[in-house]
């Protein structure tokens, strides 16, 4: 295997792994009719990821998991496809999809070699998924690919700033910098001593905007999100209390150049 491409076997096995741990939680977002994004389940009108009317529109999802962004797409009209690497995650997906009567086009692969047509889609997705487990050089340059020119993207993944408040051993983020902000990329948490996971990639602000016109796309919206000031919610890797403080996401909306 290239050091390349290790990552993706990394990844795809800790997502078959962890595949049950995701099962209701998937069953719960497949059931709202107003979309939530993130760890802290931020309100739509906070982060809209996607348009509010997709109808007639091509989408596809980067890495879509148990699928119910995909199903969010559909349930507005996209003519929808969705990807992801873990075949144990797609099992979920399908079951829901059939339940809510969802016509998701589902494909087992790797969103950075998606084998899609090139300029098929008017839109493209990821909250998590291709977003923080695929190499950003790869992902965005092959969802420009297969995005129609004017075609737009939206993500949601990990903000830099906890990737740097959190210890190399894993453990939840703190108030110390724990890792160089130069040259952030590849974090690899396979071998963490507290919750051991996957392969991560992020990039310092100068990094994103830089690929971002490297490859084409324009810069239309960000937005930095932080848990709610009435969140009490206490995740293994981050508290509300640090969450309050310092953004954990980040959401950028990219439009292809027409």
Known sequence: MSAEKEHVAINKAHWDGMADHWVALG?????????????????DRRAPLLPTDMTG????????????VAGWM???GAKVTAIDVSPRQLETAKRL????????????????????PDA?????????GAAIWCDPAVWLREAYRILRPGGRLSFLGTHPLMILATPQNGAACDFGLHRPYRDMGRIDWSDAEVE???MEFNLSFEG???????????????????????????????TADWARR?????????QKSP
Not at 27 to 41: D, K, S, T, Y
Request: aromatic residues 16%; proline residues 5%.
């Open 27 to 43: 069953e719960r977002l497949w059931a709202l009719e107003v979309p939530e994004w993130g760890i802290w389940h931020t309100p």
């Open 57 to 68: 529109m091509d989408a596809v999802e980067l890495g879509c998991g148990t699928g119910y």
């Open 74 to 76: 559909a349930r507005r």
């Open 97 to 116: 999809a059939l339940q809510y009567d969802a016509p998701v086009t589902f494909i087992e692969g790797d969103a950075e070699i998606t084998g899609l």
């Open 120 to 128: 098929a889609f008017d839109f493209a997705v990821s909250e998590y």
């Open 196 to 198: 051991p996971g996957g």
């Open 208 to 238: 994103w905007i830089t690929l971002f016109a490297d490859i084409g796309f324009q810069v239309t919206g960000y937005r930095e999100l932080y848990a709610s000031k009435t969140n009490t919610t206490e995740l293994e890797h981050v």
């Open 246 to 254: 310092y953004p954990t996401e980040h959401v950028w909306w990219l």
